[in-house]
């Protein structure tokens, strides 16, 4: 059985960083494709990034590209989440997921993903 334990979320100024991880178990993330979708008050859960079995392939919501980075360390069996230049609107509940295949049907749709963590609050303060 998967399991995904979100941590890292935290209250930030505008501007400021967090590092979200993600630890998984009963699934290596070396052959588990994964992402983080977040999810803010009264509206829909909305991807923020994914990433590849190797590790060399990244994907990104056009409103974090540049700002957050999508990372794994397969020996720590973990997926990070680094957030730069953190804005207001980034405030949500962001989760991690992972698909049940080696390969997602559709990386951008979290219907697609049959695992989540738990997830972690981020508040950013103007």
């Known amino acids: 059985q998967v399991q995904l334990v979100d941590s890292g979320g935290g209250l930030v100024q505008a501007g400021g960083s967090l590092r979200l991880s993600c630890a998984a178990s009963?699934?290596?993330?070396?052959?588990?494709?994964m992402g983080w979708f977040r999810q803010a008050p009264g509206k829909e859960r909305e991807f923020v990034a994914a990433?590849?079995?190797?590790?060399?392939?990244?994907y990104y919501a056009d409103s974090v590209k540049g700002r957050f980075t999508i990372s794994k360390d397969n020996a720590k069996n973990t997926v990070y989440l680094q957030m730069n230049s953190l804005k207001p609107e980034d405030t949500a509940v962001y989760y991690c997921?992972?698909?049940?295949?080696?390969?997602?049907?559709?990386?951008?749709?979290?219907?697609?993903?049959?695992?989540w963590g738990q997830g972690t609050q981020v508040t950013v303060s103007s």
């Open positions: 997921a992972g698909c049940s295949g080696y390969v997602c049907a559709d990386r951008y749709d979290y219907h697609k993903y049959a695992d």
């Open positions: 990433i590849g079995l190797l590790g060399s392939s990244t």
């Open positions: 009963g699934r290596t993330t070396s052959n588990y494709p």
